[in-house]
């Protein structure tokens, strides 16, 4: 868990990360226009698992005193959004999975 604190606060993670959102969102296109709700259910839980682990190591940094109130709310907000995007693409795949909407 040290490792990936250390990873989290150096600049090279913005560009992961954004790297990754930009890579999961082109998927997450890709998957709805081919109609493989499997496959979009699946970036939508990587997505899921990316936000939860951002936000519970950032929540580990502030505890700390690693991170100060500016910096946490910018990266806990990003890592917030993404979690949203993911659980509504989590909620889509199973609502087209389910057969409830056609589209």
Not at 20 to 26: E, G, S, T
Not at 78 to 86: G, I, K, N, Q
Request: proline letters at 1%; aromatic letters at 12%.
């Amino acid at each position: 868990m040290d490792r990936l604190r250390k990873f989290y606060q150096t600049s090279a993670y913005r560009y992961v990360f954004w790297i990754l959102l930009i890579f999961l969102l082109v998927l997450a296109n890709w998957a709805l226009r081919n109609g493989d709700h499997l496959l979009l259910l699946g970036v939508a839980s990587v997505g899921v698992v990316l936000g939860a682990v951002s936000i519970y190591v950032e929540r580990i940094n502030f505890n700390r005193g690693e991170s100060f109130e500016p910096a946490y709310t910018t990266r806990v907000i990003r890592s917030v959004a993404l979690l949203a995007v993911s659980l509504g693409l989590a909620a889509l795949s199973i609502i087209l999975m389910l057969g409830i909407y056609d589209g």
